[in-house]
């Protein structure tokens, strides 16, 4: 049995800049199969990364003749582009097998096996254990019917299987397949984060989270639960990206890192491992979070944590009320002051365009935003992604004006708000960005920064022209 895991040819988010991160999802997947199914041969394409395009890809298909090709797409953005690689592998061979995964992909399970003849199978939620069946059944279409966790096409019709379990302990999946992509494992970079040649490896901590915010697709994908790593085991995992693969810069993937003494645990692992000085490593975390781990942030900075994220979001109570945060901008002003004050690089993340937003309290938010003055901002327009309270409403309410899944990147407009049209929300939204980068003291300020992670971001931003890419997007 031949299995071909393809990471397909795509566009980089411009507002990363210069961003190739390991395919993780695939990876995973491949080390599961390797480690559950007996005479599997694996091959994992990474097109970006091995710059390989569609006709290139066309090759590498027929000269590997898999017997299954798999592709996911985690963003709704890539959908295209992984139905077109599985459309790629029907015209090598229409008898392959092909499947897609992913959180789009399961959200949308019956549009998109109506959509796109080119699959076969959609593994829904959690892969790992259904992705493996599904190979060990490959050969036997008429099977597919037994499988749990799966949405198929079979003689004309669609089908949906009962969903399957969950995976009890996380700690039980083998380490992600690095190995599979040894050869090309230096050309992963987050140039504006960690510079072009600091090797970056992605690590899961967990899956899911215990918060129900309106606008997330992680908390419905994993059914409402939060499910974590040993602290143990993600010190384990880090060092293992360390000391084989070389990885300098690591970003633990976690939607929701947590507090207390999982935060407190991990820090002593790494602590031990005296690897701190020579890593950087990155989480997204909530801004309550921060403010409650105040005490153990100059260890979590000593153990190498230099770079956090967190969702401000909203200067607005009724607006994170109605996203369903359950934080406050009081807290954000905290959390950012916090990080600042232990030399931990703030990161922060703000939604504008939802519905009862206007020209003025977007232009509130600026003003707040500029008041924060974090080390560095992401503003971006709400988007009603598949699996969402938010695209239900917007879908059953006649919201959304723009079904071109390439489009739902946050960068573009794909609604209107009460007040605004999506043209206008667009406008708003280059504005947010002109008015905090735009500051010459801004600029000054971060290009001279004694941060070296700011002095690095705000240099690379001046030489990309980021902000008035946005001009282009509509």
Known sequence: MKVLFVEPPKDVWFVMGEYLPPPYGIIQLAAYLEREVKNVEIEVLDCNAQQLYWEELEKRIQSFNPDVVASSALATCNTYVVARTLETAKRVNPNFLTVAGGQHFTATAQESLETYPEIDVIVRGEGEQTFAELVRNAEKRSSLPEIKGISFRYKGRIFHNPPRPLIGNLDDLPYPGYHFVKDIVHKYHFAAMAGRKAPYALIEGSRGCLHRCTFCTQWRHWHGTWRQKSPRRIADEMEFCYQNYGSRFIWLTDDNFGSGKRASSLTS????????????????????????????????????????????ESPRDSTLERFKKGITPEGAKKAVRLLKENDIFAHTMFIMGERRDTAESIAYLREFVNELDPDFALFTALTPFPGTEIFEEAKRSGWIEDFNWSHYDMAHAIMPTETLSREDVQEELYK??????????????????????????????????????FRNLF
Do not use: H
Not at 275 to 289: M, Y
Not at 291 to 305: Q, Y
Not at 432 to 442: A, I, K, T, V
């Open 432 to 469: 947010c960005y002109r008015s905090f980068y735009g500051s010459w003291g801004r600029r000054v300020k971060g290009l001279f920064s004694r941060n070296e992670l700011k002095r690095r971001i705000y240099w690379y931003m001046a030489g990309r022209g980021i902000i008035k890419q």
């Open 269 to 312: 692992e790494l602590l031990q491992r005296k690897i701190g000085d020579d890593l950087t490593w990155f989480l997204q975390w909530r801004c309550d979070d921060v403010v409650r781990n105040r005490k153990l942030l100059p260890k979590m900075r000593e153990a190498g944590l230099n770079w956090v994220m967190v969702g401000v």
